[in-house]
């Protein structure tokens, strides 16, 4: 479905001459080929869109990173052509949670596990992966189920 998508963007972006949107989405689609063929390797099937929300926001994490050190770096048109390409990414990603909304997910689950202590930790990320994946950033959410659980 995503990649149905994503290669209907391509063609848009073809008709338009969008060249920068154009050439995000090739980076994306080869991306994508790149991991299938990696999965393929492993003995394992073409990856599921859940699995494809991953690569995209690894996709965005690293162009966050190079946005930070062209900033330092005094490279303003290159940040703002790694900002250009986050855009059309996202464009990809389901509407992210918002800090409230993180927050209840993780009570619930802390909840629905039966959490107690830090040794669930593991138990409830997963949880939350299962539930909200590519919906809230997990780098965050763990700092918090941290908070929770030792709390």
Same mark, same amino acid.
Request: without cysteine.
């Given at each position: 479905?995503? +990649?149905?998508? #994503? ?18 989405? +090739? ?25 494809? =929300? ?8 690293? +162009?966050?990173?190079?946005?930070? =050190? ?7 048109? =290159? ?9 059309? #990414? ?58 929770? =659980?030792?709390?």
């Amino acid at each position: 479905m995503m +990649r149905d998508d #994503i290669n209907a963007a391509v063609k848009e972006a073809m008709k338009a001459k969008d060249e920068r949107k154009l050439g995000t989405l +090739r980076m994306v689609n080869s991306t994508i080929k790149n991991a299938d063929i990696e999965a393929r390797g492993n003995g394992k099937p073409p990856l599921s869109d859940a699995e494809l =929300l991953g690569v995209l926001q690894k996709m965005i994490k690293q +162009r966050q990173e190079a946005v930070e =050190l062209y900033e330092k770096g005094g490279r303003a048109e =290159l940040a703002a052509q790694e900002r250009d390409e986050i855009a059309v #990414i996202s464009a990809y990603l389901p509407k992210q949670m918002s800090d409230d909304d993180v927050k209840k997910a993780i009570s619930d689950v802390i909840a629905e596990t039966g959490a107690a202590g830090m040794k669930d930790m593991g138990k409830v990320i997963a949880a939350l992966k299962a539930k909200h994946a590519g919906q809230m950033d997990f780098a965050k959410a763990s700092g918090l189920v941290k908070a929770a =659980l030792t709390g």
